[in-house]
């Protein structure tokens, strides 16, 4: 008598064509007009920044995981994804050895360390960041403008002055003409990758609309000069709230995975940025919220998770 063999796993079963590289790229078709416009603005000391980050994170990637006896998974981009960002978050000023070292903490320590793609609890580029901005903090807050000028970023000028509603150049805020981090100037290239990824459904707008229009309100109703003086425009627009809203919130290893944590998420997120902004001695709060809200997830995952049919509460 002949016996089939079948294979029995738990729910839920789902098949989609959606596979990791295809997400992966989409993603950095999505950063290509940030990128394009830091490297416009900051010159080729940018293209080599990001060329350097990319590089040794798909190299950090290799030897680990060859020195670990695990299988090769840099074709699937997410350490040219990695790179990619960790360069967007660096000042086109840093010394070149920065991004690599980064690189190398983001990839091995964040990510492998915890069993690779899909594993890491905290998005590995911000992890980074964080890392280079505690142990180099000069390097990653010297910043230059785009015509090669150090200067104070916008939102250092507004931490050390009160604000004044005529110096707020918009448009050089929209198209990335101001000081920052490579990736981060350009609200106007962010947002349009960000609706790629929206329309691809690479993610939802859970996250990062209720991250942006949270720090929207909130920096419009605690103010500046006092309540309800903010200018909320202008906040959203400089910093790195566009980048990290659409491209580093939303990263699927390290946020929620219910409809109500996500929620809870974006506004977590929006609440810590607007309080490190406004009231911390650190002018920018973006990326410790999402690092902070990271830590939160598995938190918020157990209390949203959808109660099963037919469940009764004990």
């Not at 901005?133 to 000069?138: G, I, N, Q």
């Not at 962010?190 to 993610?203: E, T």
């Amino acid at each position: 008598m002949s016996h089939t063999m079948y294979t029995i796993s738990t729910s839920p079963h789902i098949r989609s064509r959606t596979s990791t590289d295809r997400i992966m790229k989409d993603v950095i078709i999505a950063l290509l007009p940030a990128t394009i416009v830091g490297i416009y603005f900051f010159g080729i000391q940018a293209l080599l920044i990001i060329l350097l980050s990319i590089i040794s994170c798909i190299g950090a990637e290799a030897l680990f995981q060859k020195l670990a006896g695990r299988h090769s998974t840099i074709k699937d981009y997410s350490a040219v994804v990695t790179g990619l960002l960790l360069a967007m978050n660096l000042p086109a000023s840093v010394p070149f050895w920065m991004p690599i070292v980064g690189s190398f903490f983001a990839i091995i320590i964040v990510k492998q360390f915890f069993g690779g793609l899909g594993q890491n609890f905290m998005n590995p580029a911000l992890a980074a960041r964080a890392f280079l901005l505690a142990s180099y903090p000069v390097q990653m807050t010297t910043w230059i403008i785009p015509d090669g000028i150090s200067s104070a970023t916008p939102l250092g000028t507004l931490k050390e002055t009160f604000f004044i509603p005529g110096s707020a150049d918009y448009f050089n805020a929209l198209i990335g003409r101001i000081g920052g981090c490579i990736g981060e100037t350009s609200a106007l290239a962010l947002l349009l990758g960000g609706i790629y990824l929206l329309f691809r459904r690479v993610i939802h707008w859970r996250i990062p609309v209720t991250y942006i229009g949270t720090v929207f309100v909130l920096t419009w109703i605690l103010g500046r000069n006092g309540l309800f003086t903010g200018h909320p425009t202008y906040e959203i627009l400089i910093g790195g709230l566009m980048l990290g809203a659409f491209f580093m919130a939303t990263d699927y290893a390290s946020s929620p995975v219910t409809e109500t944590g996500q929620l809870l998420m974006g506004f977590g997120c929006g609440i810590l940025t607007s309080i490190i902004r406004i009231y911390g001695g650190y002018p920018e709060g973006v990326s410790y919220s999402i690092l902070l809200m990271n830590l939160a997830v598995p938190l918020i995952d157990r209390y949203t998770k959808p109660r099963i049919f037919g469940e009764v509460k004990s």
